[in-house]
């Protein structure tokens, strides 16, 4: 990660990202990193979804130019995270191992589409067509750009 601002960009609506957010601690040597909720109008969210990231199939972390996606932003996410905490050295521990992260990412990412489908909530992609955002319907999904 470079010294330019940060953004991650979660969903939420959804209780298990807000919660996973709201309990991690960043390192202070991260930088200035902004949480964004992806269902809120902002030129960061604007950018990634322009960029063509599906922002239904994961959360995005952005750092300059660079764009992370789904198992790529948790990975980035967990080398910014401190080791304060049972909660921090646990997702550091599992997140911090990319192959982990991409087998396990998956799964969480059905369990939050289950979550907000139960709870009534609507994909992101409605609320990112409200404000400008492109629709599910005309929005090519891409990978993550390749960490170096």
């Known amino acids: 990660?470079?010294?330019?601002?940060?953004?991650?960009?979660?969903?939420?609506?959804c209780p298990f990202c807000a919660n996973?957010?709201?309990?991690l601690r960043l390192r202070r040597a991260a930088g200035a990193v902004t949480l964004l909720n992806l269902r809120e109008d902002h030129p960061a969210v604007r950018e990634v979804v322009g960029?063509?990231?599906?922002?239904d199939e994961g959360m995005a972390v952005k750092s300059g130019?660079?764009?992370?996606?789904?198992?790529?932003?948790?990975?980035q996410i967990a080398l910014m995270t401190s080791p304060v905490g049972v909660f921090n050295r646990l997702s550091a521990w599992v997140f911090k191992r990319p192959r982990l992260t991409r087998a396990l990412y998956p799964a969480l990412r059905a369990c939050r589409n289950l979550t907000l489908k139960l709870l009534g909530r609507?994909?992101?992609?409605?609320?990112?067509?409200a404000f400008g955002g492109r629709g599910?319907?005309?929005?090519?999904t891409r990978r993550s750009t390749p960490s170096q």
Request: hydrophobic share 35%; proline share 9%.
């Open 20 to 23: 996973y957010m709201a309990m």
């Open 65 to 75: 130019e660079r764009i992370y996606h789904g198992a790529d932003a948790v990975h």
């Open 1 to 13: 990660m470079s010294n330019e601002p940060i953004y991650i960009i979660y969903d939420g609506d």
């Open 51 to 55: 960029r063509g990231f599906d922002l």
């Open 136 to 140: 599910a319907d005309d929005q090519p």
């Open 122 to 129: 609507p994909p992101a992609s409605q609320d990112l067509a």
